[in-house]
């Protein structure tokens, strides 16, 4: 199995940048695509975007497009998400998550078997 431990997260204005990191330890992180998802105050763990293992294709939740990139780098076993422009609504914890599917580029939480334990990010208006 994969472990994941996020970073990068804290408080930014609107309209400020930030950018997260998930370190990926454990098996071969080529085996994964990778995902994130945020869990809003309230509200249901949501998808953000996702990459598939090679970064060939990637999804992005809609909102967020043209604001935020995921990215990889699978020889330090890192994906990123820089976030651009942030609003007050892009307020969550952030999550991680793998899917033994390396070629999928599922929005669907379901499709992740491993998870990391979250960053905060928030976004004062």
């Known amino acids: 199995q994969v472990q994941l431990v996020e970073s990068g997260g804290g408080l930014e204005q609107a309209g400020g940048s930030l950018r997260l990191s998930c370190a990926a330890s454990?098996?071969?992180?080529?085996?994964?695509?990778m995902a994130w998802f945020r869990q809003a105050p309230g509200k249901e763990r949501a998808f953000v975007a996702a990459?598939?293992?090679?970064?060939?294709?990637?999804n992005y939740y809609e909102p967020v497009k043209g604001r935020f990139t995921i990215s990889r780098d699978n020889a330090k076993n890192t994906v990123y998400l820089q976030m651009n422009s942030l609003k007050p609504e892009d307020t969550a914890v952030y999550y991680c998550?793998?899917?033994?599917?390396?070629?999928?580029?599922?929005?669907?939480?379901?499709?992740?078997?491993?998870w990391g334990q979250g960053t905060q990010v928030t976004v004062s208006s």
């Open positions: 990459i598939t293992s090679r970064g060939t294709r990637i």
């Open positions: 998550a793998a899917n033994v599917d390396r070629y999928s580029d599922s929005s669907y939480s379901f499709s992740y078997s491993y």
């Open positions: 454990g098996r071969t992180f080529t085996d994964y695509a």
